[in-house]
């Protein structure tokens, strides 16, 4: 089982990255997929999830209308669109995918956004 993210970086306040987290190994489109993050010194936190077919979604209000998560079945592949990034955005971000049951739990090695001028 792998995830791997990628598409972090180094961006100034209001500009736009895109996350992406390639997943193997595993039914991709039976597992509920979500991004958290993790800011030095804080706890990791939820940032979105996408149902399985991917017609549900549900953001943090911190990123509500900056940020949407989105997912393609046939590329094993979700997303996380962010825009308008504030410095507060900074942080390791991760992508887990939950089976149905949460019997199976898988995170990938995360990816760094940093957002400064």
């Known amino acids: 089982v792998q995830l791997v993210e990628s598409g972090g970086g180094t961006v100034q306040p209001g500009g736009s990255l895109r996350l992406s987290c390639a997943a193997s190994?595993?039914?991709?489109?039976?597992?509920?997929m979500s991004w958290y993050r993790q800011a030095p010194g804080k706890e990791r936190e939820f940032v979105a999830s996408i149902s399985r077919p991917g017609d549900t979604t549900n953001h943090a209000d911190s990123v509500k209308g900056r940020f949407a998560i989105s997912r393609d079945n046939a590329k094993n592949t979700m997303y996380l669109q962010m825009n308008s990034l504030k410095p507060e955005d900074t942080a390791v971000y991760y992508c887990?995918?939950?089976?149905?049951?949460?019997?199976?739990?898988?995170w990938g090695q995360g990816t760094q956004v940093t957002v400064s001028s």
């Open positions: 887990q995918a939950l089976s149905s049951r949460g019997s199976n739990d898988y």
């Open positions: 190994g595993f039914t991709f489109s039976t597992y509920i």
